[in-house]
């Protein structure tokens, strides 16, 4: 299935393309108290990265209502790249 690795990769490197446009373009990498949070965002949580810019510059960084929501998907986003992987290897190993 070529589709998949094709939708594989955009969901890998997507927000990682999209932080780093973010970080040359704008000054949204403000959001971070340093640049080793940015960085740690940037190779072990992209989605939550950019929800917590997202939240951060249009919710004056307050944590509430939607936000939250936000910032937990990006959250489970992140969490089942890495959760799929171990299923993926546990079902490869059945057959």
Known sequence: MPGC???AL?????????????????????????VLVAVLGF????????AW?????????????GYVLLIVLGALADLSAF???RHYQRWRKAD
């Open 10 to 34: 955009v969901l890998f490197f997507g927000p990682r393309v999209a932080l780093a446009l973010i970080w040359l373009l704008t000054n949204w990498y403000a959001a971070f108290s340093s």
């Open 53 to 65: 810019m997202y939240t951060y510059f249009h919710n004056e960084g307050a944590l509430s209502g």
């Open 83 to 85: 959760g799929g992987h």
């Open 5 to 7: 690795c094709l939708i």
């Open 43 to 50: 190779v072990l949580l992209p989605w939550t990265s950019l």
